[in-house]
Each structure stands twice: as C-alpha cells, then as structure tokens.
C-alpha cells in the first residue's frame, strides 16, 4: 500500500502531484483472519484498524521487522517527496 496526501473537498477539480508520503506492508493472511474474526467484510475498502496500519508501516517510520529498507531504497522514495 502505498499513500499520499489526504484529499480534500477543494481538491474535486485539482491535480495534484504524485507523491508517496508512506509505504504500508501487511502480511495478507494474518490480515485477512484478523478481519474475518471481526466480521469484516473483505474487498474493496475493507476496514482496517489504525493499529494495523501503524503496525504495517515501513516508510518513513520502519515499524515492521519484515522489511527493512535499505539506504538506497528510502532514498528512491524520499525523491517522490513534495519539497517546499
């Protein structure tokens, strides 16, 4: 899962640039039957609790021991960075 900045009302007829802000990586199966437990219907959309993501995140914050970047590969994504 890769994700953005958070789109706003204003941002309708806008373009905005693409830029990767945080990466997200989640074990699929581990995810899956935590949402069947829940009754959560799976798909498109499917709830995801903010835990799970945090617990997912690999960039820019490495939270997940599953995969750590390396040097080089956090630095291809800072380049999708907005500079000011």
Same mark, same amino acid.
């Given at each position: 899962?890769?994700?953005?900045? &958070?789109?706003? $009302? $204003?941002?309708?007829?806008?373009? %905005?640039?693409?830029?990767?802000? #945080? +990466?997200?990586?989640?074990?699929? &199966?581990?995810?899956?039957? =935590? #949402?069947?437990?829940?009754?959560? &219907?799976? !798909? +498109?959309?499917? !709830? +995801? %609790? =903010?835990?799970?993501?945090?617990?997912? =995140?690999?960039?820019?914050?490495?939270? %997940?021991?599953?995969? +750590?970047?390396?040097?080089?590969? %956090? =630095?291809?994504?800072?380049?999708?960075?907005?500079?000011?």
């Amino acid at each position: 899962m890769l994700s953005g900045p &958070k789109a706003t $009302s $204003s941002d309708d007829r806008t373009l %905005r640039p693409w830029r990767i802000d #945080q +990466v997200y990586l989640f074990d699929a &199966k581990a995810l899956l039957a =935590e #949402q069947r437990g829940r009754g959560v &219907k799976t !798909g +498109v959309a499917a !709830g +995801v %609790r =903010e835990a799970q993501w945090l617990a997912a =995140e690999i960039y820019p914050t490495p939270r %997940r021991q599953a995969l +750590v970047l390396t040097d080089q590969q %956090r =630095e291809a994504l800072n380049s999708f960075t907005l500079r000011a």
